[in-house]
């Protein structure tokens, strides 16, 4: 059955509307009416968090984990009707929502088992030396604690894994603070139709409602609100680098300043070494056309730079790449803004002095279609902008004098999500020179191989410095995650009765 958005917000389980209306710019299909959000309904939303939480910050962590698992359940229920509008709203094809809602449902039941288990607890002892010299030890016991509501802002790449239900949301509920949702207006029907499956799911626990709102559309001052709710005590953040700075700027701006966990994108560049480049450089070509016109190039972690010695085979790679990235047709970007952005990224790396444009195509309206440029690495070195993000299937070769202006490309990077070494063993030795410089500037480095896809595992890290994102220490996939949520807290001398129950 088609699902037919009411469009109200969902606030501590009720669906609040508004006179004041906003139409969303589905991809294909029916458009639908919004209601739009305000100050004064975030404020709601953050009260009913707050006062949820002196339960949800409470419960068991089997009563947590019996919460994702019935919001997965009642998310897969939905599975047709989620797939239906996603793919009208978002122009994404059925199988990549499909297969997104799978990661979304793998994510909330990998932090069920992992609260389960009790390790994120981190549960430390020292037990009292009343006869210690010079002075006796008192009996120290500590453990992670939630620290209150937290906000999370929907990313407009990921409908379902970044989103209403996603990453981090899974994650703080995971830890057992409340939610807060401000929903993207690219896929406001999807982000309803989830929210609705999370409130269903909190009703069938007997959980207070407030441990969930979404609130949909609105301008800027929305989002500024939420982030500066006294009630919020973090910020999850997927999306631009301007966007994700100002809401960083504002948390920090607080009389009580509070972390922002911002994953704001990444050129992810890919070193490839000689010996691979002359052995393999064909293969690593066409994969990497594969790989950087996947989804229409909107992922934070899509490949955009190649970096290479200047020769030959350089100049072999850079041909196949562009008879492969030909191939590829024109793709729906997820908005109209979207695409605008891309075409006005692509004019500012053609207008770069040094470019040499490879590849030109056409794109227009809501479409993408890959571009390929080079550089001499002089050139890349004498201007930083060449390494800001183009959010789509936009390549850059940068040509390398010679093994030391690799080194000199690899340290003038900013902070990134992702390096790749593509190498053979008699590369060796240069991969070992460059992996302390690469390990510095990104949270995940590859080998031989693509970093599109980001596993949801306890060892994943999708972080790295600024701008990759705005805290390095900590990661927004993977059940690392939880830590965001969390805080250290020590009980000196605490009856055994009073303690935590995980502490007891």
């Known amino acids: ?40 309904l975030v404020a709601q939303a953050c009260a009913a968090a707050e006062a949820a939480f002196w339960s949800f910050g409470y419960t068991a962590r089997a009563e947590r984990a019996a919460l994702l698992n019935a919001i997965a359940d009642a998310i897969e229920a939905r ?25 979304t449902t793998g994510q909330l039941r990998l932090f069920a088992e992992h609260i389960l288990k009790g390790d994120y607890l981190d549960r430390r002892h020292d037990p009292a030396q009343p006869d210690r010299q010079p002075a006796p030890r008192p009996d120290m016991r500590m453990i992670q604690r939630p620290i209150g509501p937290v906000a999370v802002f929907g990313a407009s790449n990921f409908p379902l894994a970044f989103s209403v239900a996603g990453g981090d949301t899974a994650a ?51 989002g500024e609100a939420l982030v500066q709710d006294p009630r919020i005590r973090a910020v999850g953040f997927t999306g631009s680098l301007g966007g994700g700075r100002a809401l960083f700027d504002l948390c920090a701006a607080r009389p009580d300043p509070i972390p922002f966990f911002g994953e704001l994108g990444s050129v992810n560049p890919m070193f490839l070494l000689p010996h691979a480049l002359a052995n393999r450089g064909a293969t690593i070509a066409q994969n990497w056309a ?60 053609r207008a770069g002095t040094g470019v040499t444009e490879v590849l030109t195509s056409a794109c227009d309206l809501r479409t993408a279609t890959p571009y390929l440029f080079e550089v001499s690495g002089d050139a ?16 850059l070769v940068v040509r390398a004098r010679d093994a030391e202006q690799v080194a000199q490309i690899a340290r003038s990077l900013q902070g990134q999500l992702t390096c790749t070494l ?36 306890d060892s994943m890290v999708h972080g790295g410095p600024y701008p990759a994102s705005t805290n390095f220490g900590h990661t927004s996939v993977g059940t690392l995650s939880i830590r965001r949520f969390l805080r250290p807290v020590c009980y000196q001398n605490m009856p055994t009765d009073l303690l935590p129950v995980d502490l007891g």
């Open 422 to 457: 593509h190498l053979d063993p008699e590369d060796s030795g240069f991969a070992r020179r460059l992996l302390p410089i690469l390990e510095r500037k990104a949270g995940r480095v590859l080998a031989n191989g693509f970093p599109t896809g980001v596993e949801v595992a």
């Open 172 to 222: 703080a509920l995971a830890a057992g603070c409340p939610v807060v949702v401000k929903g993207h207006s690219a896929h406001p029907g999807t982000g309803e139709i989830v929210a609705e499956a999370i409130a269903e799911a909190i009703a069938s626990q007997g959980m207070d409602p407030g441990v969930f709102s979404l609130v949909q559309g609105g301008k800027r001052d929305v």
């Open 1 to 40: 059955m088609t699902y037919q958005p009411h469009g109200d917000h969902l606030i501590a389980g009720q669906r609040i509307g508004t006179e004041a209306r906003w139409t969303s710019s589905p991809a294909h299909g029916p458009v639908h009416a919004f209601s739009t959000g305000s100050p004064a």
């Open 380 to 395: 890349w070195l004498e201007n930083h902008a060449l390494g800001e993000e183009v959010f789509g299937p936009l390549g």
């Open 79 to 103: 599975g047709a009707q989620i797939t239906e509008i996603g793919t009208q709203e978002s122009g994404l094809p059925a199988a990549r929502l499909e297969g997104e809602r799978g990661r």
């Open 290 to 349: 594969g790989s950087l016109t996947m989804g229409a190039g909107q992922f934070c972690t899509n490949p955009g730079i190649a970096v290479l010695i200047d020769g030959a085979d350089a100049t072999d790679f850079i041909a196949t790449a562009s008879a492969a990235l030909a191939k590829v047709g024109p793709q729906v970007m997820l908005t109209d803004g979207i695409a605008d952005a891309y075409r006005q990224g692509r004019d500012r790396v």
